[in-house]
């Protein structure tokens, strides 16, 4: 029998176990959708990924972080707000280029409610707006922001897993594959 150090236990859950190759894990995050009266809180992205698009607050889900601390600590740190959060769903998605994966998300969705604190207008991401769902139809979004306020506006847990599909660098449309709600 043997016996593997913690450093090595690390090592070894990134790896196949056939083959030993290296696993590329896909992309753990958390969406928060924040919704005061009849508009949505969105982030006018002006940085990559998604430069130019507007999506929600969001993050990577650090390994050292839960859901709902990264979600608290992104809200916080990106708009000034702190809100009531609630876990509402999984969006899995993967994205394509030319019949090429380029990354698999999983996003875990929250809802946030009850916003306090001090709304700052920009971040590092991009620039904080507060938009109805008719003005977010006109704007440059990724085709998964509509599923997400679904999602987050549900009555029940929701999984969905689609795929996005991407030509010159913009995100053109999405195919749902896979809708449950639990």
């Given at each position: 029998r043997y016996f593997l150090s913690s450093q090595g236990k690390k090592e070894v859950a990134y790896l196949k176990s056939k083959t030993g190759k290296r696993l590329?894990?896909?992309?753990v995050a958390v969406a928060i959708v924040v919704k005061r009266g009849n508009k949505y809180l969105m982030q006018q992205r002006t940085q990559e990924p998604f430069f130019g698009y507007c999506g929600f607050?969001?993050?990577k889900l650090g390994c050292e972080q839960y859901?709902?601390?990264c979600a608290a600590t992104t809200l916080e740190e990106e708009t000034g707000l702190h809100c009531d959060l609630q876990l509402r769903g999984l969006f899995s998605s993967?994205?394509?280029a030319s019949d090429q994966m380029l990354y698999n998300h999983q996003l875990f969705v929250l809802?946030?409610?009850s916003p306090m604190g001090e709304f700052r207008a920009s971040s590092e991401k991009g620039d904080n707006v507060w938009l109805t769902k008719s003005?977010?139809?006109q704007e440059n979004i990724l085709p998964n922001i509509l599923s997400l306020i679904g999602i987050a506006e549900g009555k029940t847990f929701t999984w969905m897993e689609a795929d996005r599909f991407e030509e010159n660098n913009i995100v053109k449309s999405m195919k749902v594959k896979r809708k449950e709600t639990f």
């Open positions: 590329q894990p896909p992309i607050p969001s993050s859901i709902y601390e993967k994205t394509f809802v946030g409610t003005q977010l139809k």
